[in-house]
């Protein structure tokens, strides 16, 4: 059992920045790919970013088109914990942010991963 706990969402002025963190319960967190995905009012989730586990081939990290360049996933094993590190913010990037766990390879599809925290809102004014 996996269990992720989103936090650092809020509320900020567009042109602003805010960081994610993603704490996740257990031993086996550097295995594990770890995904961010929104989902905006009215709007289908949304891939945003997301980085493989230890042991996965491939490529290291993805960003979605719409953040790459002002969006980084990170993460740091030592603390089980993934961040979202999100600047340039947009109004258009207002929604709840989902952290999500699969094993070891990274995906860009949401019905892939197995594991999900509560989410965290961003809200981006203009």
């Known amino acids: 059992q996996v269990q992720l706990v989103e936090s650092g969402g809020g509320l900020v002025q567009a042109g602003g920045s805010l960081r994610l963190s993603c704490a996740a319960s257990?031993?086996?967190?550097?295995?594990?790919?770890m995904g961010w995905f929104r989902q905006a009012p009215g709007k289908e989730r949304e891939f945003v970013a997301a980085?493989?586990?230890?042991?996965?081939?491939?490529?290291?990290?993805y960003h979605a088109d719409s953040v790459k360049g002002r969006f980084t996933i990170s993460r740091d094993n030592a603390k089980n914990t993934v961040y979202l590190r999100m600047n340039s913010l947009k109004p258009e990037d207002t929604a709840v942010y989902y952290c999500?766990?699969?094993?070891?390879?990274?995906?860009?599809?949401?019905?892939?991963?197995?594991?999900w925290g509560q989410g965290t809102q961003v809200t981006v004014s203009s």
């Open positions: 257990g031993p086996t967190f550097s295995i594990l790919a």
């Open positions: 980085i493989s586990g230890s042991g996965s081939i491939g490529s290291n990290t």
């Open positions: 999500a766990a699969r094993a070891f390879v990274a995906t860009m599809k949401s019905d892939e991963y197995v594991h």
